[in-house]
């Protein structure tokens, strides 16, 4: 009996030097391979390794992970189309106002016309900002349009203390074609219709810009969500500058 003992421990020990040469370890002892262990036991495989730029090793993780981050990002997306399309609608006001400055220059239409120059900049400098995931992109974006609003609010304001301070022009022509007359009830007319352009588009002003200012900031925790989630591959690929 003693002789059997021995020679099962001269066998295990011989096993074990054998290991410890490089030979192959069985299937349970191996790092992440199923089968069973020496108990009987199920072990469990590991998952595949990531390459080392992150990426998933499998093409159905890569897809899924991909799919998520396209989901998550509509709603920037849907941000950047609308700085987009304001850049291109107040650059095109502001060709348009700068070309109305050939017949006559006068300080407000200088006014209009940079304020919309300006305005037109940070809305597509705010869409490349998104596009490339600057957390500063959709702050620049709502304080424009904040600015926006102030220099339309301005704008307003000025013409408006202009026509009620200076003389009537319509008055003055029809006065000079119908000979004399009361024609006081046109001028109180035409201050009248002043008064509601003028202040209807200051209003109108303070509710779309300032409405559009609110929609961008709601957009800054967004984004950070959306950065904080999506792997560093796929912010990559797909925001490189």
């Known amino acids: ?14 096993s074990d030097a054998h290991m410890s040469a490089g030979q192959e ?17 199920h072990h469990e495989s590991a ?6 730029g992150g990426i ?38 502001a060709v348009a106002s700068a070309l109305f400055l050939v017949f006559g220059v006068n300080p407000r239409a200088l006014f209009v016309t940079a304020g919309l120059a300006v305005v037109s900049y940070n809305e597509f400098r705010g869409a490349t900002g998104l596009s490339r995931l600057d957390a500063k992109a959709p702050a620049l974006l709502a304080w424009n349009q904040v600015g926006f609003a102030a220099m339309l609010v301005i704008y307003c304001a000025w013409s408006l203390y202009t026509r009620l301070t200076s003389p009537s022009e319509l008055t003055e022509q029809i006065g000079s074609l119908a000979g004399a007359g009361d024609f ?14 003028y202040v209807s588009v200051a209003f109108l002003s303070i509710i779309f810009q300032g409405g559009t200012a609110l929609f961008y900031h709601r957009r800054k925790p967004m984004l950070a969500a959306y950065v904080s989630k999506t ?7 797909m925001h490189s500058e």
Do not use: C, N
């Open 184 to 197: 006081e009830w046109i001028a109180d007319l035409e201050r009248s219709i002043y008064i509601s352009l």
């Open 56 to 93: 998933p090793a499998t093409p159905q993780e890569q897809h899924r992970q991909l799919a998520a981050a396209r989901r998550d990002f509509k709603l920037i997306k849907r941000a950047i189309s609308v700085a987009r399309f304001g850049g291109w609608t107040t650059g095109f006001f």
């Open 1 to 14: 009996m003693q002789q059997v003992r021995d020679e099962s421990d001269t066998g295990r020990g011989r």
């Open 47 to 52: 998952p595949p390794p990531a390459s080392p």
């Open 231 to 237: 792997p560093q591959w796929i912010r990559t690929m």
């Open 25 to 41: 370890r069985p299937p349970w002892e191996g790092p992440g391979s199923p089968g069973l262990g020496p108990d009987g036991s």
